[in-house]
């Protein structure tokens, strides 16, 4: 039987230091009061009898629990299946690693879970929760707002005008120029001379598509039969939703000349119809995605062009304006000069021009 290994004490890195246990805590929990050069000894104690904190205790006297919860408003199979997911995770893991603090996953398989997550949330297990995914209808951040958590959204909130979810209550998030970049890929198309310049949308329910199928539109209305609502085909952000809209779109309108697709796996599912159908892309139909994920447009024949977001920067500002949010966060977790802490944060995309198109 393995005798248990005692762990080094507050009151052992007290002696160590030479400083009072009250002192050892204050540096420990990062309070104020405590003069350099002692501070340093207990640094140095500290490192020395490699001492870790007690998250519980801690938590008692700093009210923080130095964990935040990511909440995907989507079920696991779609989580593990788009790379965007994986894309804002990994920017979001980053920032809160760098201000160590432990990131809690909670995903949503269908309403039921949604009462389950606002307990826990309202259960003081957290300092704060990143969402993300919502869609129109979605109770979540009524839920959230009646939890009373520090909460940074992904994407433009749009959820009516209910006040619990808030969207004359200064919510915080961050997007993308959605609107901007269709606008981009389409003016980008019309410029190669297309004019049967069809849209796969997203998911409609969600403000990300909403967003590029206005900025569509927007471009489409100076074109030539452009108001054709046969061009505009729904779809859901996945390849097997990008298929049946293609499939669809080439029923209703054998013309097509260029496609703009909602996201880089709608894209791929078109043009996985295009090649069955015996179209070439891009010289009989031009294709144009949105997001510029690598583990997606590496995989297209021709490389696809599309519409970049910057996914991962996107979670780590998601996390670091949360974090600086929180109380003492503004000492601790810097925000860029252009960067407001409250309200919405839209960040730039661009066009990336390879062979689809």
Same mark, same amino acid.
């Given at each position: 039987?393995?005798?248990? /290994?005692?762990?080094?004490?507050?009151?052992?890195?007290?002696?160590?230091?030479?400083?009072?246990?009250?002192?050892?805590?204050?540096?420990?929990?990062?309070?104020?009061?405590?003069?350099?050069?002692?501070?340093?000894?207990?640094?140095?104690? /500290?490192?020395?009898?490699?001492?870790?904190?007690?998250?519980?205790?801690?938590?008692?006297?700093?009210?923080?629990?130095?964990?935040?919860?990511?909440?995907?408003?989507?079920?696991?199979?779609?989580?593990?299946?788009?790379?965007?997911?994986?894309?804002?995770?990994?920017?979001?893991?980053?920032?809160?690693?760098?201000?160590?603090?432990?990131?809690?996953?909670?995903?949503?398989?269908?309403?039921? *879970?949604?009462?389950?997550?606002?307990?826990?949330?309202?259960?003081?297990?957290?300092?704060?929760?990143? /969402?993300?995914?919502?869609?129109?209808?979605?109770?979540?951040?009524?839920?959230?707002?009646?939890?009373?958590?520090?909460?940074?959204?992904?994407?433009?909130?749009?959820?009516?005008? *209910?006040?619990?979810?808030?969207?004359?209550?200064?919510?915080?998030?961050?997007?993308?120029?959605?609107?901007?970049?269709?606008?981009?890929?389409?003016?980008?198309?019309?410029?190669?001379?297309?004019?049967?310049?069809?849209?796969?949308?997203?998911?409609?329910?969600?403000?990300?598509?909403?967003?590029?199928?206005?900025?569509?539109?927007?471009?489409?209305?100076?074109?030539?039969?452009?108001?054709?609502?046969?061009?505009?085909?729904?779809? *859901?952000?996945?390849?097997?939703?990008?298929?049946?809209?293609?499939?669809?779109?080439?029923?209703?309108?054998?013309?097509?000349?260029?496609?703009?697709?909602?996201?880089?796996?709608?894209?791929?599912?078109?043009?996985? /119809?295009?090649?069955?159908?015996?179209?070439?892309?891009?010289?009989?139909?031009?294709?144009?995605?949105? *997001?510029?994920?690598?583990?997606?447009?590496?995989?297209?024949?021709?490389?696809?062009?599309?519409?970049?977001?910057?996914?991962?920067?996107?979670?780590?500002?998601?996390?670091?304006?949360?974090?600086?949010?929180?109380?003492?966060?503004?000492?601790?977790?810097?925000?860029?000069?252009?960067?407001?802490?409250?309200?919405?944060?839209?960040?730039?995309?661009?066009?990336?021009?390879?062979?689809?198109?």
């Amino acid at each position: 039987m393995t005798e248990a /290994v005692s762990r080094p004490t507050l009151e052992a890195v007290a002696a160590l230091a030479g400083v009072s246990r009250a002192t050892v805590s204050r540096v420990v929990n990062g309070g104020d009061g405590v003069r350099e050069p002692l501070a340093e000894r207990v640094r140095q104690a /500290v490192a020395e009898l490699g001492y870790v904190p007690n998250r519980a205790a801690r938590s008692l006297v700093t009210r923080r629990h130095d964990a935040v919860a990511v909440v995907i408003a989507e079920p696991e199979a779609r989580v593990f299946a788009d790379p965007f997911f994986a894309l804002q995770l990994r920017g979001i893991s980053k920032e809160l690693t760098a201000h160590d603090n432990q990131l809690v996953l909670l995903l949503t398989e269908g309403r039921d *879970d949604h009462a389950r997550v606002a307990r826990y949330l309202a259960g003081g297990h957290v300092d704060g929760a990143l /969402v993300f995914s919502l869609h129109l209808d979605d109770p979540l951040p009524g839920l959230i707002h009646d939890a009373g958590v520090p909460t940074v959204f992904g994407g433009r909130p749009d959820w009516g005008d *209910d006040p619990r979810a808030g969207r004359s209550a200064g919510v915080v998030y961050v997007d993308c120029d959605n609107r901007g970049g269709a606008r981009a890929a389409v003016r980008h198309l019309v410029d190669l001379g297309r004019r049967r310049i069809a849209h796969l949308t997203g998911a409609l329910d969600q403000t990300s598509a909403v967003d590029r199928l206005d900025g569509y539109r927007e471009v489409m209305a100076d074109v030539p039969g452009g108001a054709d609502a046969r061009l505009v085909v729904e779809s *859901d952000f996945t390849p097997a939703g990008g298929e049946r809209a293609m499939r669809t779109l080439l029923d209703r309108c054998p013309d097509v000349d260029a496609v703009f697709a909602a996201n880089d796996l709608t894209a791929l599912g078109a043009l996985r /119809v295009l090649r069955e159908s015996g179209r070439r892309v891009p010289e009989d139909v031009a294709v144009i995605g949105f *997001d510029d994920m690598l583990p997606v447009t590496e995989q297209t024949e021709p490389p696809l062009t599309t519409v970049r977001q910057d996914i991962e920067e996107m979670g780590r500002l998601m996390a670091r304006l949360l974090l600086h949010g929180l109380p003492g966060g503004r000492d601790r977790v810097a925000l860029r000069a252009d960067t407001p802490p409250d309200g919405g944060v839209i960040l730039p995309t661009t066009l990336i021009r390879r062979a689809s198109a």
